[in-house]
């Protein structure tokens, strides 16, 4: 079975400062898709990024990438100059053809 | 632009008692759509998920059941609920074949008391 595991439960960052969030997945097929979800306070989750397991380039969208090393099956997030509002839970998920495979989150703080 | 509507957004429920949530999509048709719970400080966990009307996966045995009377709306009930059944219930969507984010409605905060 497909697993994702997001090493650090907790990080922080000073605001305007860029900060990895890790996530590494376990699967033995080549074509799949990665996510990135948000969970601000409100508790409702918004998708950040994905990625397309057949690309080679790194997904960006704004402030935000991602480094997708197939071999070492890992998928960081990057979050460039961190605003107060990127404090959440940030989930990492794995899909194939079954529903989404979610990691146990991260918990970001930004500090002003 | 699709939506996806959860309500109520807030419950408070004795055990034993029923439950009925309800999830609606707008703007598409024919959604995959899915229930998950999150326990408080924990990631997410698939309950159920449809990909038509009258088909419903079940992903983890409980006394929590799902029903898709109509193509964009999703029903999650109980007939006696547990103290185990409190936390926050997710409803998503996704538009099917070949594209495979799911979007996520506001949540549902259940306390069995």
């Known amino acids: 079975a497909q697993t994702v595991t997001q090493s650090q439960p907790e990080m922080s960052v000073q605001e305007a400062e860029t900060v990895t969030l890790s996530c590494t997945y376990d699967?033995?097929?080549?074509?799949?898709?990665l996510f990135w979800y948000k969970q601000p306070p409100s508790r409702q989750m918004i998708l950040v990024i994905r990625?397309?397991?057949?690309?080679?380039q790194n997904a960006t969208e704004n402030r935000f990438s991602v480094n997708f090393q197939k071999a070492a099956k890992s998928f960081s997030l990057k979050i460039s100059d961190s605003q107060l509002g990127d404090a959440a839970m940030y989930f990492c998920?794995?899909?194939?053809?079954?529903?989404?495979?979610f990691g146990k989150g991260t918990r970001l703080s930004v500090i002003a | 632009s699709q939506t996806i509507h959860q309500w109520p957004a807030t419950l408070v429920q004795p055990v034993g008692s029923p439950l009925s949530l309800e999830c609606t999509v707008e703007?598409?048709?024919?959604?995959?759509l899915y229930w998950y719970r999150q326990a408080a400080g924990r990631g997410l966990q698939l309950l159920f998920y449809?990909?038509?009307?009258?088909?419903i996966s079940s992903e983890v045995p409980q006394n929590l059941s799902a029903s898709r009377p109509q193509d964009r709306q999703f029903i999650l009930s109980s007939k006696k609920l547990l103290l185990s059944d409190s936390g926050f219930y997710l409803c998503?969507?996704?538009?099917?074949?070949?594209?495979?984010?799911?979007?996520f409605g506001p949540g549902t905060r259940l306390t069995v008391t």
């Open positions: 998503a969507w996704s538009a099917g074949q070949g594209s495979y984010e799911q979007y």
């Open positions: 699967t033995s097929e080549s074509d799949y898709y």
């Open positions: 990625q397309e397991a057949y690309k080679q």
């Open positions: 998920a794995y899909i194939l053809v079954a529903p989404l495979v």
């Open positions: 703007g598409t048709s024919n959604p995959n």
């Open positions: 449809s990909v038509g009307i009258g088909q």
